[in-house]
């Protein structure tokens, strides 16, 4: 999924930490989701300026992972790393959104199994919500 704004009026200086808050559901009972942050040039050209992964059964504790139940809607705050960037005026700010960033990240099979002993990949139905009530955004550290 990708959000991506109008070409930008004047210059935008994003500097400090990038976090997504995300409101998504799955039909798997594990699942990744990944943000990256783009900077969209005139030409077309798509820079990567950060990105950051969270797998849904650490969504609340690294150390002690649980797994989601299928459909429910969960709130995952997935940190995207730190950048220094002035979007340009005419360029475009990107937001991508997957379940995957391989081979950057270790495939996710999706399947809720110890990992490394997988012998199966599930295909996710995966959903973003962005409503009233799931007010799905990334925070960006503007400078003014």
Same mark, same amino acid.
């Given at each position: ?9 004047? &210059? =935008?200086? #994003? *500097? ?12 798997? %009972? ?48 997935? &940190? =995207?790393? #730190? *950048? ?12 991508? %959104? ?47």
């Amino acid at each position: 999924m990708c959000y991506t704004t109008e070409e930008l009026t004047k &210059d =935008l200086e #994003v *500097t400090g930490p990038i976090k997504l808050v995300l409101y998504a559901s799955s039909d798997a %009972i594990n699942t990744d989701w990944t943000g990256k942050l783009v900077d969209v040039f005139e030409s077309g050209y798509a820079m990567n300026l950060c990105d950051g992964i969270l797998r849904a059964s650490h969504r609340d504790s690294f150390t002690n992972p649980e797994p989601i139940v299928p459909g429910q809607v969960y709130r995952y705050e997935i &940190d =995207l790393g #730190v *950048t220094a960037n002035v979007f340009k005026k005419g360029h475009k700010i990107r937001l991508e %959104i997957s379940s995957s960033n391989f081979p950057k990240f270790d495939r996710n099979p999706n399947t809720g199994n110890k990992f490394g002993f997988d012998s199966e990949l599930k295909i996710a139905t995966q959903k973003i919500y962005h409503d009233s009530n799931y007010q799905s955004h990334i925070i960006l550290p503007i400078i003014k």
